[in-house]
């Protein structure tokens, strides 16, 4: 067991409160004394991104994330343009954000597709091309290996190694990874990947969820709230603290039983059991 | 690509078709030239062991495996003494089918539990002793990995390489694996690892299902019909028969759609998907 953790270092990733305005959010932060917040491109850009920068900065809240660029597995060369211009928009909108990370889901399997290892190919392209533009914006990327039930309609990038074997083709200030307790807990090379991923700077964000079953049609939204299912939080964030991470951690959650709760009441749970489990 | 598949490789698993009664099974695959089936404990002790074991003699069918041994993981001390009896039973039972493959799902995390890494530790403990009980009676137990979204509730066995890290703690005669196409097909590292279970003759089982998407609740009954999805059959054959591999080749899918239809109709394009697909 590690130490307690730092509760300044929780980051409130704002689709665990979904049900919430982004006023909403930063009010409820501050009421609650959380610092940190990490977003997503839909809602800030609805809202505006100048505009909630600007909520966020007179709110004294900083964003830890910006969810998500990626999606380069298309084959149709003109889909995969399109898909670079949305990311450099998105870094764009990253920067706007005082955010120095850019989270990226890779992608799926194009439709009919069944060569895993050339879309993972095509991530690399991706990577290579955005790489530089985010770098001069002051943005790394961040690949999410996702859980492997998403591999072939959301990621094909499904475990910290395979992350990391993409990342390390490229320097560290531009590619990096995600490690999220959801998506990896199950894996037993995690430990080694963890190390790995410290010793070359490559850890851009830690992410909280906790796995509950039965997992819901289509798989999406069953994330847990810490500490109602299986992941050990403190023995992950020992291998991270391990690693020579000091960063903030996120909570980011998709679960609709606590979209249908009242907002303070799911931030007030969430800090605790932050407190408690992490 | 590899040369066309041997169809005479081809085993039906029962549960493909669980609208069938055994004897319908038998007469089914008589009908389509099918010679071979994979059976499951819960419909064989039903209908009756002996009497399943003489309709398939009598019907020139051979079993291929037994499904299922396993569920290994408990704490308690008892209910392990209980699984352990339950599977010297499935031994006796796969004996007495006259197949030399009893399929182990090895069991979930206990209730409460976070200790993946100990819940293995249990499942080895459990193969010390089956093995030599499964060897005297001419069985080997094969160890299934099964896809990480399971790996809470079903099995903390998720990948080739965790499932080969146990079989080799014990001789390949009493210990060795399932590859499952429908558990394994997004892990990066399985080309190294059937390679690396061919070489020490551990591949007790091979099995297909098809990976297709939206995954229902509880994601047990989402297997698709061979061709239907993500899975790359020809280049996991090639794997599997570059291994060394050239003994039966089951199709195990569990889709209700499936069962809801006609079972020699079912039958009848598996069969074909088979010989074109695998």
Redo the contacts between chains.
Sequence with gaps: MSASVDPSRLSINQETIKQWSLPELAEGCIKEGITAVGLWRAPVQEYGVERTARLLRESGLTVTSLCRGGFFTDIDQGARARALDDNRAAVDEAAALGTDTLVLVSGG?PPG?????GA?ERVADALAVLGPYAEERGVRLAIEPL???F???RCVV??LG?ALDLAERFPARQVGVVVDTYHL????QVPAQIARAGRTGRIHAFQLAD?????????LLGRGQLGD????FK?FRALVDGAGYTGPIEVEIFNEALWERDGGEVLRETAERFRTHA
């Design positions: 399997l597709s069944k060569d895993l290892a993972r859980h492997p039930m591999a072939a309609d499904s475990t395979q807990w199950w894996d037993d796995w509950i079953t039965p997992l819901p049609a289509g798989v299912g299986s992941v050990d023995a």
